[in-house]
């Protein structure tokens, strides 16, 4: 299957597109101003530690506190801190001190663990976290004391005595293969392949593995010379990181618009996978990069609230903070057979979009899928398995719950950096993001409201009053409430002042006595 992984480089963003068959099915896109914490590794310290949440608030120097949960923390963190404080003390050389590059008794092993919050961190510590999620809305980042490094064909945990192999790695001779590989390879902490090590000899593996082993050492070093809290290791920049985890031996060409990344990532390709060196292409055409593949006609697509089905059917995405919900509709679509015949053909095809729109805008969290009800139990079933295939597209962890006698698809979906929509947009300062705005009615009966409360505090003695609104509402109030304008102005004993403010918010008014 043909695909393509455009790289458009910009001063201010970097935007990456996995291209299949001409279809968009990847989008990856990073500002300069607000690059992406995920995989970073940070020198922390514990500002607070709550046992009634059993998680603590981790300053790790950006602007809002990391949040550390019990079951991301190290079991003998408390040793570590006490450690590293010998260290800046000069006492690496006790006996009491122990060694960095000690299998069997560092402070950077893990074992798995369920003591409460209180009795693993104290406030005022120094941690060494890696973030797990960006900060998102009002939350700061995800963080944990369980490092992972992520290589071309594995991923290196340091602290965890574990092999494994991907799980879309499905073929059983394969999978033993490369877990033998693996332990031959004797590795000085946890390892896990990742799919692109599928097929993957033991020279890849070494090779992988020694990198990220060096990575490790440096990320330790750094920790222990750092004085303060901040930054110890940052994760390679969004282009290399797609190539790391996107090129495969589907793609094509990996065609670049911008001279300097474009040799930056030759440099990558040629060290770290040299097979694919072949596939990288320079774009020079006038015409911008994404034009040619129509990229941002899909992106815009999915930024849309209603996407459209090509039968005519279309769904609705609602994205909260930690929930999204897709509604089903069968639109403009009659269909040709049956009503059970039209509404199956619009589940499927649905399902088919739901998570290609699902990844194209990084959506994460508890997700409900609002399909057309459907009888057939026949039917329910074929929807479920076609939603299992597609989601086995997903580069991201799904996992399906449970399907309701309505309909209703209740599934997950890891999510670790802002969805398209929280990178590209922002909340409606009209609407404050409530997606809506009071009718006019509403706003006028407010008004009204308001002056009757003003004449009940005088005690029923005449008054003058004024009202400043926007002015669709004084129109309103003009051509669409004349009798309760009257019945306002008598019960006043004074005609009513209306001034017209173009500035205000169409909720916004303002009552005052004369």
């Known amino acids: 299957m043909a695909s393509q992984i455009l790289v458009n480089v910009r001063p201010n963003m970097t935007r990456v597109a996995y291209v299949e ?12 101003r607000s690059p992406t914490h995920v995989g970073s590794i940070y020198k922390g310290k514990v500002l607070r530690v709550l046992p009634g949440m059993q998680a603590a608030f981790i300053d790790i120097g950006l602007k809002r506190s990391g949040f550390l949960y019990v079951g991301d923390v190290l079991e003998n963190i408390l040793a570590n801190e006490e450690y590293m404080s010998k260290k800046e003390s000069g006492a690496e050389d006790s006996e009491e001190a122990p060694s960095l590059t000690d299998t069997h008794d560092t402070p950077f092993k893990r074992n798995y663990i369920k003591s409460p919050i209180q009795d693993l961190l104290r406030e005022g510590q120094s941690l060494l976290v890696q973030v797990a999620k960006d900060p998102l809305g009002t939350k700061g980042a995800r963080v944990t004391t369980q490092i992972s490094l992520p290589g071309r064909s594995l991923v290196y945990m340091p602290q965890v005595e574990h092999i494994g ?36 000899e033991h020279s890849d593996l070494d090779l992988d593995l020694k990198y990220l082993q060096l990575v490790w050492s440096e990320v330790q070093k750094n920790y222990e010379k750092k004085k303060t809290v901040g930054l110890v290791y940052s994760d390679i920049d969004v282009e290399l990181r797609a190539l790391r985890d996107l090129l495969n031996d ?20 040629g060290q770290f996978m040299p097979n694919f060196k072949n596939c990288l292409e320079f774009y020079q055409d006038p015409q911008p990069l994404f034009d040619t593949y ?35 509709n069968t639109g403009r679509y009659v269909g040709k057979k049956d009503l059970d015949d039209t509404i199956l053909k619009t589940n499927l095809e649905a399902v088919r979009e739901i998570t290609h729109q699902l990844r194209i805008r990084n959506c994460g969290g508890i997700i409900i899928l ?10 329910r079933e074929k929807v479920i398995n076609q939603l299992e295939i597609e989601l086995k597209k997903d580069r991201a962890r799904t996992a399906i719950i449970h399907m309701s006698d309505l309909g209703l698809v209740e599934m997950t979906r890891k999510r670790t950096r ?11 300062p009209y609407c404050e993001g409530k997606g809506y705005v009071k009718q006019l009615a509403t706003v006028a009966n407010e008004i009204f409201r308001s002056i009757e409360r003003e004449i009940t505090l005088s005690g029923g003695e005449p008054l003058d009053v004024a009202v400043s609104c926007q002015p669709q509402v004084a129109n309103w109030i003009y051509e669409q409430e004349v009798e309760m304008l009257e019945h306002i102005e008598s019960l006043l004993g004074h005609q009513l002042t209306i001034d017209v403010e173009p500035q205000f918010h169409v909720e916004e008014f303002e009552i005052r006595r004369q």
């Open 165 to 200: 192999v991907s799980r879309r790695i499905e073929n059983e001779s394969e999978r033993e293969r490369l877990r033998k590989l693996v332990e031959g390879l004797k590795p000085d902490g946890g390892v896990i392949v990742r799919t692109a090590g599928e097929s993957a």
């Open 370 to 379: 609002d399909l057309i009800d459907m009888e057939n139990p026949m039917h």
């Open 294 to 328: 129509d990229i941002d006609i899909e992106i815009s697509r999915s930024l849309q609230r209603k996407v459209w089905l090509k039968s005519g059917g279309y769904i609705v995405i609602d994205e909260a903070e930690a929930l999204v919900v897709v509604d089903v």
């Open 21 to 32: 068959n001409k279809e968009l099915t990847d989008y990856k896109v990073e500002k300069r």
């Open 250 to 269: 589907d793609v094509e060409k990996v065609i670049v618009d911008e001279k300097a990344a474009y040799k930056k990532i030759g440099s990558f390709l």
């Open 418 to 428: 802002p969805s398209l929509v929280n990178t590209l947009c922002e909340p409606c």
